[in-house]
Nanobody
Framework: VQLQASGGGLVQAGGSLRLSCAAS????????MRWYRQAPGKEREYVAI???????TYADSVKGRFTISRDRAKKTVFLQMDSLEPRDTAVYYC?????????WGQGTQVTVSS
């Protein structure tokens, strides 16, 4: 199983970015799909999760600004990030749970300038 994350970049405060994470090598049975982030000098933190029935939850720090979604057929999870703030600067990681274990993407850098 491999996860390929993309979509990061440099954006000014107030701007938007859309992250994507495509899973390959997974035949079926994807369970939870999540986004995490890790800012310099800080621990990795949870950002959002979407589970098979479509239920979604967000970290308080991103509620109302970020939107997680998925394309089940393409085994891809997205993170639409709006109203970005400098505190959102981090490496963003996708994570999926499958019957074969939990897998992580390589991370994509998001930098928000003030």
């Amino acid at each position: 199983v491999q996860l390929q994350a993309s979509g990061g970049g440099l954006v000014q405060a107030g701007g938007s970015l859309r992250l994507s994470c495509a899973a390959s090598g997974v035949i079926s049975g994807i369970k939870a799909m999540r986004w995490y982030r890790q800012a310099p000098g800080k621990e990795r933190e949870y950002v959002a999760i979407i589970i098979p029935n479509g239920s979604i939850t967000y970290a308080d720090s991103v509620k109302g600004r970020f939107t997680i979604s998925r394309d089940r057929a393409k085994k891809t999870v997205f993170l639409q990030m709006d109203s970005l703030e400098p505190r959102d600067t981090a490496v963003y990681y996708c994570n999926i749970d499958t019957p074969y274990g939990s897998f992580w993407g390589q991370g994509t850098q998001v930098t928000v300038s003030s």
